[in-house]
């Protein structure tokens, strides 16, 4: 089993940055890939980025490209979430997620609850 919990999410203007956490404990070996997802209220879930926990290379939706970066802390077992230049659009809850392949929401098995991010216009 591998636990997430993620932390950071909050209100924020448009063009201002957020950092989000994700700790990630237990079975580490089950990681495989960690990724950031999204959903909106009345919208379908969306990928948001990911990072392999092996090779550290990294996916993102075109919608976040250059302006937000995932990265990883081995030290802490933590994948941030870095996003500047945020829009109103991208309000939502913000999941992180591991076990899965690049983008793809539906192979990842392991789920945190997710924390609020709300971008004001």
């Known amino acids: 089993q591998v636990q997430l919990v993620e932390s950071g999410g909050g209100l924020v203007q448009a063009g201002g940055s957020l950092r989000l956490s994700c700790a990630v404990s237990?079975?580490?070996?089950?990681?495989?890939?960690v990724g950031w997802f999204r959903q909106a209220p009345g919208k379908e879930r969306e990928s948001v980025a990911a990072?392999?926990?092996?090779?550290?290379?990294?996916a993102y939706a075109d919608s976040v490209k250059g302006r937000f970066t995932i990265s990883r802390d081995d030290a802490k077992n933590t994948v941030y979430l870095q996003m500047n230049s945020l829009k109103p659009e991208d309000t939502a809850v913000y999941y992180c997620?591991?076990?899965?392949?690049?983008?793809?929401?539906?192979?990842?098995?392991?789920w945190g609850r997710g924390t609020q991010v709300t971008v004001s216009s």
């Open positions: 990072v392999s926990w092996s090779t550290r290379s990294t």
């Open positions: 237990g079975r580490t070996s089950s990681t495989n890939n």
């Open positions: 997620a591991a076990g899965g392949y690049g983008l793809r929401a539906q192979t990842y098995a392991y």
